[in-house]
């Protein structure tokens, strides 16, 4: 093993790109460059606030920047068409989170931007309902508050109306990001167990278990004291662990039995689950397996093509072209249902292991990099690299890798 990779290892997740910035796997803008040759760079967005996501906008008027869509990023990396301009970049949002509409919309409406929403229809809202938006705190008929606040609410996704609202606007795109979002069990190794600690320092897409046992993943629905066990998203191809009911039912039971939150406060808790773990598999002959080879296949064919015929549901937003793969961790696999069901595209984050697209590229391996790096685009007001990667290292410290129970990664193989 290289130093390098060695040191990938070793170091907390997110060091990942320091490493990949030693490497000299980002394009050159982010060194330093002056100009975007014959390279589109893709940014990824999740949630949005409107101080930062304003003045970003600001810089890509003020230094005209184009906004593309994965249309027009598919034609010109195929050869088919040129770009409008030399600074053109793809902006894009995962999940479908209620901000893109609360939020991102007004403003990329007043800078006269577009971007492209990936979206999960398991989590969309079905209410006919238009929630409050940044405009209208402005005018004075919302509260900011609220309008700010909406992801901490009830409703913390996008609503169909919202959503064929922005598309009707040419404003966003819309295309899928799986109908799921889920995870799946990948070995019978526990890693931890469903607590509160966990609930509150996670994303609740972090507990979206898809167990294979007939029950639909939802967010948040494994009980406290559930077993987590190593686990990878749908899409990348891995075989699904059917791990044992009795023993998570177990697990649960002798949380409720303690007291459910206050069985946490103890300090031998994880002992005492562990031993409940190994009584169980002591005595039971355990009810544990794995999916096949063809039950892996129709899985994500299914997600796929769930999620596409729900979003084309609504006219306005057919067909559906691109794919964004849940955590940027896909397939060959995945890729090759993408296709067999008519997708033109699918978007990671650096397979090959660079960040940049070019001309003559494969479609269905687009590239992405993290918001942070538009503050590095060409232009007058642009950030440097040294003070992006000291905001990057201060906010590692304050906050722990984002995934519970699997590391992340963007390669093809």
């Not at 249309?71 to 050869?79: K, M, Q, R, S």
């Not at 562990?274 to 997600?303: F, N, P, Q």
Request: net charge negative; proline share 8%.
């Amino acid at each position: 093993m290289s130093l390098l990779s060695s040191l990938e290892e070793l170091l907390p997740q997110g060091a990942g790109t320091a490493l990949d910035l030693i490497r000299g796997r980002y394009p050159p803008f982010v060194y330093g460059s002056e100009r975007l040759v014959d390279q589109v760079p893709v940014f990824c967005f999740h949630s949005v606030d409107p101080e930062p996501f304003e003045t970003i906008l600001r810089f890509l008027a003020r230094n005209d920047y184009y906004t593309l869509t994965p249309g027009e990023l598919a034609g010109w990396v195929n050869g088919r068409t040129e770009l409008p301009q030399e600074r053109a970049i793809l902006l894009t949002f995962d999940d479908g989170h209620g901000s893109v509409w609360s939020v991102a919309y007004p403003l990329l409406r007043r800078f006269g931007m577009r971007a492209t929403a990936f979206l999960v229809p398991s989590l969309m809202d079905d209410r006919q309902e238009y929630l409050p938006t940044l405009e209208d705190a402005q005018q004075g008929t919302a509260n900011l508050e609220t309008v700010l606040s909406r992801e901490d609410g009830p409703y913390p996704y996008l609503t169909w109306d919202e959503i064929s609202e922005m598309a009707l606007s040419g404003a966003l795109n819309f295309e899928t990001h799986s109908h799921e979002h889920s995870l799946i069990f990948t070995s019978p190794k526990i890693v931890d167990f469903v607590r509160p600690e966990l609930r509150e320092q996670y994303d609740p897409l972090e507990f979206r278990i898809a167990t294979g046992y007939g029950e639909p993943p939802t967010v948040g629905d494994l009980p406290l004291g559930a077993p987590l066990y190593t686990t990878a998203p749908r899409l990348s191809g891995e075989a699904r662990y059917f791990d044992d009911r009795g023993l998570r039912q177990a697990c649960v039971d002798f949380v409720a039995e303690r007291g459910g939150d206050c069985f946490f406060d103890q300090r031998n808790w994880r002992p005492q689950l562990m031993s409940v773990v190994e009584s169980y598999r002591k005595r039971h002959s355990l009810d544990e397996g794995y999916e096949s080879a063809d039950e892996t296949r129709e899985s994500i064919r299914l997600d796929l093509a769930r999620s596409i015929e729900e979003i084309e549901d609504y006219p306005e937003l057919a067909p559906v072209h691109f794919l964004a793969f849940p955590w940027n961790t896909g397939s060959a696999l995945a890729v090759s249902e993408a296709k067999d069901l008519g997708l033109r595209g699918c978007f990671w984050e650096n397979p090959g292991g660079r960040y940049i697209n070019e001309r003559g590229q494969d479609p269905f391996y687009f590239r992405r990099m993290g918001r942070d790096f538009l503050s590095l685009l060409p232009g007058k007001g642009r950030d440097t690299l040294l003070s992006l990667l000291t905001a990057k290292i201060q906010r590692r410290l304050t906050t722990p890798s984002p995934h519970l129970t699997h590391r992340p990664t963007s390669t093809s193989e």
